[in-house]
């Protein structure tokens, strides 16, 4: 059937959509969600899923309503014609069902369901009965070695003829805790190799992409990566600039109405990302605490044997740290408040929170002894001292510079401008403050997306307060939203002081 | 946030869409599928999904595209102004992921599901995790029992001051099977009640409502159903005219995709319609064969125990006869070719199909048993009796014409014009013919849209044939749909000869 095409201007996030009359559906016996070749002269075919107008006012009989994607990946103009044909469901289908009623999945299998994915060839529904099915019934480890692959395998990669390759992963949820930036300069000083990718905030107030972009470009291209790392050991770039294990995304974007996360997913999600920058040693760090992601001991025990269980069958050396959660480390929160305790840090400076570099140092030193820089039991000795001799921090600089930015004073940063002081209500010792309400306080004020807002902690866990001492200051752009975020700490809480 | 309405004339289908822009997204923190209060006014509100659009071609920032069902829900007109605020996720999300993490779920909890799928709160990925929840953790007779009465009590109620009030439902998956029409007619001639309602044709070429729909008006509302049954005993009406457990058609819609049966929907979806029109008795058709929609014993027997359970449950006396679905039933296979096959029956006219006359009369005996109007053992021979004397003929003119339609001779029913007899290649006995083949064929020549199309079958399973003997005619309305049901049966194939 030959249809004229109407360009839509809307976007559906991934998946390839057109949309036909009704009439024109039931001559071809098309039904909604169906599968359909669009084609565009004789070599250009696509699988797409049918819409059906029922009225016929924007979609008209002969016509074809088609979204950006669509439009892009034929490269139609608007009153152009196309045929159309109905096709064949896609086989990764009969997989996913397969999944669903409780059946180990092949190496080809897997590969199929992940291509069809980064293909844009599953719609939400399909998809979320992938996701669902891997939740309900676990992965075994082959699977899940076989998805971890198949993502990787689906994106780009960094090769580089070095040994070894280090990365560091942070499974998350504590607010601050902005190690990478600190771990990532006194590695590569050490003379190891470390191309360091990192994601932006989905929730929370600010991701070590988003951090980072405040100092400097994060927005690199694979082969100026390379380079870099070539010629200074290591950089820290946005991952999702670069095209490693694309289906990722678009699986994350089904898990979070409901907020799941399937166990095989989270982990191939995470390693998929390390092999596709071909890492041979990695450390991973598993908060553990009240508010983090990871809330009890039993399931970070669980994560860990399983990610020892993946890493070896990938060939990844690998180290896992349980760290302790229970609290934001480092007092700023929000993309420029992090990276100036950072600074601080990498500068020796007095303001430095000492808790996020205690905690970098024995990362950091974690990664030396792995990657033979140091012995067992030296190495955050070897990282305190290229911390403290400034090594780090001029590797941090010419990191900054080779991604295209310039030394900045951490006191030039300059932070929102409406301000407010929240205070102890009371007098005593504090006994618990939660990652998930500070961090959502701050995102209200504004952060990420103004980078200047968010939170300074002045006081942690165990320290003792007087009645009207200051506990945060809150950083907004205007007053409106420093209200906002005045009324969720009121609502909310967060710190719990007796 | 005030932003100026663009209706976008596209329909979702269900679920409450709006597209805004992306720098109004950030301005209010708003994400991909996070919820939204739309608001004309002070009182007008509605819980809608965002989309956000990348591009600012057709949805410039301080514009709210409105697909149909937002424009509709609240009577937006183009260019007039709405209030957007966040709100928060539905309730039902929470006990969803309770399911899939394996929980039970308790009456409120199921209640407030269903009526956020009929409110069309749920995207298309949370209904799916809903699905797919009670398609991996089995759902409890106690659960499935809440969800059946909730999926009825969401919907109108037809109630009638009679007892019994007699019900049929045949699980499905064989060709022609046209029971209904002469069951019907049967039990209401013998003086029983019985306010039957039907479905339409979703995959098959043809439903009972599509069948009837070739003699008589099956769209009658609710009320003017109320008063036929009232005077006549009986109907055969189209259930989706009525607004009768409105969850389940938006359930079926994300089963399609993967063509998954979550046992308990399927139970509760057919069991809410019985609720709803008020059955008492309820006789229930598993028919069991290579082809048909249950292909073994086994899964039959679970289901027939089930439905027992379920029935029981619900207050309802019920009967489940397992029978014979290996080919199809009757002769013909589309709206107006069952309909034929249906009214030689009602005439006793030599040309009836005797199986699919057997077959009726078995399950009208069966219910004439149930509704105490014959002992049991004695309901076919009555049925019989009623059916040779005329009597069910009668009864079944009384509801054609009390719907709105006129007695009409099966002679004078015209089928499509362009006609294929397929002819045996061989000489042999017909050892099988396949349901899913034969119905795929006749959809493919235009059934149930052309609902003059379609198949007749001059043989059965066991006839000898002769090679080019006829084994059945194909029916459509123009020639190239014709052309396609002689490829697809020359690919398909559906009868083996041997």
Redesign the interface.
Known sequence: MKLKVKT????T?ATLVV?INKADA?KM?I???DRLAVCKKKDCVEIVLA?????S???PPGTI?CM?EVVQSLGLLNGSFVTIHPTS?PLS?DY??KK?D?ERLKKKEIDQIVSDIVHNKL????L??FV??C???NMTAEETTYLTKAMSNQGDTLRMNRYPIMDKHCVGGVAGNRTTMIVVPIVAAAGLTIPKTSSRSITSPAGTADTMEALTNVCIPLKDMRRIVSKINGCIVWGGALNLAPADDKII??E?????DAKSQLLASIMAKKLSVSSTHLLIDIPVGRGAKVENMRYAKRLQSDFHTLSSKLGIKSKVLITDGSQPIGNGIGPLLEARDVLWILQNDYRAPLDLRDKSITLAGAMLEMGGKAKIGHGARMAHRILESGMAYQKFIQIIEEQGGREIDPDELLLAEKVYEVMSKKKGVIRHIDNRNISKIA??AGAP?DNKAGIYLHRHVGDKVKKGEVLFTIYAHNRNKLQFAIDAWERLGGFVVN
Chains 1, 2 share one sequence.
């Not at 719609?123 to 399909?126: A, R, S």
């Open positions: 839509l201007d809307i976007s996030g949309i039931e016996d039904h909604p969600l819409d059906i107008a029922s009225n006012h924007s979609i309503g950006d469901k289908l996913i069902k669903l409780g719609n939400d529904i399909e979320t009965y669902s099915a939740y309900s019934n974007r089904v979070k109405p409901l907020g799941i995102r209200i997306q």
